[in-house]
């Protein structure tokens, strides 16, 4: 006898949930929990202003094993991003056509827009977002620290190796998928087949995004999330997440390297 459909329907809802549990706990989600718990640490122990958050950290005072460290911390943080292309192809597996016919077959890549397919549109959307994002965020940080309520933010505290610069630009392409796959692409993609509207979807990864960058202040909480709606928006728009990856990129990338560099410049490094 077949199922009833809205047996059905409760079914994938209870199996989208518990997936969305999964990779919240396993990613962002628990990272978010750590942040609080990181900034009311910082907090009790004496005004924000007088914190740090180092963003890069050596991981081993001996340089090949800090290399390997380093990698390896960059590999295993991408785990739940496979997690979220095998939950999209299952999903996009288990549909059908009205009538019961296949639908034809697409990479999750293809679905979430992490692909080439767009190169020269999603450099542009890119470089745009970015530089929407990156002028304001610095103002951001800045009053944050001016009010008291932002900590001193060390984009890298790696020590100059001949890897030190690579490593910069793969922990910024790491962050950048880890961030836009989930928050947005898996998040807002996974609240619609929950019945979710799109200003509470929005609200919720902008909110998701401010949350793990907590243990950095207040400023940039107010500024990711502000960030977190605008690519929100521009992902449910065009429905490609590789504009914001880019976008993502390059933010990390000027602020880790850059800062890099200009240590090793004046001799920090």
Do not use: C
Not at 49 to 59: D, F, I, P, V, Y
Not at 92 to 104: C, D, S
Not at 143 to 165: E, K, M, N, Q, Y
Not at 169 to 178: K, M, P, T, W, Y
Request: no cysteine; charged share 15%; proline share 5%.
């Amino acid at each position: 006898m077949p199922e009833a459909p809205a047996v059905v329907r409760s079914t994938s809802r209870a199996r989208w949930r518990a997936q969305l549990l999964i990779v919240l706990g396993l990613s962002l989600g628990q990272s978010a929990v750590y942040s609080v718990v990181q900034l009311l640490d910082k907090a009790t122990r004496a005004p924000l202003a007088e914190g740090t958050s180092t963003l890069n950290r050596s991981l081993s005072s001996r340089e090949y094993f800090d290399l390997a460290y380093q990698l390896l911390d960059i590999l295993f943080a991408l785990v739940p991003v496979a997690l979220v292309l095998y939950f999209v192809w299952d999903t996009v597996a288990r549909q059908v056509a009205p009538g019961g016919a296949a639908l034809p077959w697409t990479t999750p890549f293809t679905r979430l827009g992490l692909d080439a397919a767009r190169p020269a549109r999603d450099g542009l959307w890119g470089v745009g977002l970015f530089l929407a994002i990156g002028i304001p965020s610095l103002g951001l940080y800045w009053a944050g620290r001016a009010l008291g309520i932002t900590t001193a933010i060390i984009p890298s505290a790696l020590d100059a190796h001949w890897w030190t610069v690579p490593v910069l630009v793969l922990s910024a392409l790491r962050h950048a998928v880890l961030e836009e796959v989930i928050v947005v692409a898996f998040l807002l993609g996974w609240l619609r087949r929950l019945g979710w509207g799109p200003a509470a979807a929005v609200a919720a990864s902008a909110v998701l995004r401010g949350s793990y960058h907590l243990y950095q202040g207040i400023g940039p909480f107010v500024g990711n999330v502000v960030m977190g709606i605008v690519f929100a928006l521009v992902y449910r728009k065009y429905g490609r997440v590789m504009p914001l990856v880019i976008a993502h990129a390059l933010l990390d990338i000027v602020a880790f390297v850059g800062f890099s560099l200009a240590g090793r410049a004046m001799g920090l490094g």
